[in-house]
């Protein structure tokens, strides 16, 4: 792999992730990030020299994603990891409809910006990347304008597999979360879907996957398979 990215980078949790399984020295150029909050975004250059991941081979920027993205004219990404801020409020201004991110599938609704996040890592994936992105429940049903951009992905056969997570799973937040796994290019107009959100233990008051679990889980997406009440391809 040439280059990682996370467009809502956090304290780098999810680059080093990727680090740790890719093999940082198999990922020739690098990290890259881009993070709102300046003490997020200094705590991750930190996480990045503590876990000796050297300054050629990151670039992390402190500026808004949405407004003011700081790798556009990069090369795009082969990989694509993101856990962004759920159900954020933005600006979608006038403009931003011939904003080349958005402009075939529709604007995400000023008071969520999940989509937002969404077709901006879409945008700066390779044809034969991948991206992972960790979403609210409610991006699976809601109408308007998300309804739209939904449509619009799946018609275009971005949508490899949606995973149903169990609730109260990640810290700060108890609601329901999904991780949706996209491609730009596929031959294949199914997608899988994955119900693991009864298949947790609990940790004191939040709720956790186990090794078997998450192994449970990329079995089946990376086999694109149907598992009776777990997993299911649907055209």
Request: proline share 6%; with cysteine; net charge positive.
């Amino acid at each position: 792999i040439n280059k990682v990215y996370d467009p809502a980078c956090g304290s780098g949790s999810l680059l080093l992730k990727a680090a740790k399984i890719l093999g940082k020295g198999n990922v020739r150029q690098g990290f890259y990030g881009q993070e709102i909050n300046i003490t997020t975004y200094n705590l991750c250059r930190i996480n990045m020299f503590l876990h000796d991941i050297g300054y050629d081979k990151f670039s992390i920027a402190c500026e808004d994603t949405l407004t003011n993205p700081q790798h556009w004219d990069d090369e795009p990404f082969e990989l694509i990891v993101s856990n962004p801020p759920y159900s954020q409020h933005w600006e979608p201004t006038e403009d931003k409809k011939h904003d080349p991110r958005y402009a075939n599938y529709g604007m995400a609704p000023k008071s969520k910006a999940d989509y937002a996040f969404l077709l901006h890592d879409l945008y700066h994936l390779k044809p034969d990347g991948i991206m992972t992105i960790v979403l609210p429940h409610g991006v699976l049903f809601r109408g308007g304008e998300e309804g739209q951009i939904r449509k619009n992905l799946i018609e275009n056969r971005h949508i490899q597999a949606i995973i149903g997570l169990p609730a109260n799973i990640f810290f700060g937040t108890g609601i329901p979360t999904i991780v949706m796994v996209l491609r730009k290019k596929r031959d294949d107009d199914r997608v899988l879907i994955v119900d693991a959100s009864k298949h947790f233990i609990k940790d004191g008051k939040n709720n956790k996957l186990q090794a078997s679990d998450i192994k449970r889980i990329v079995d089946v997406v990376s086999n694109n398979r149907t598992v009776p009440k777990f997993s299911r391809l649907v055209s």
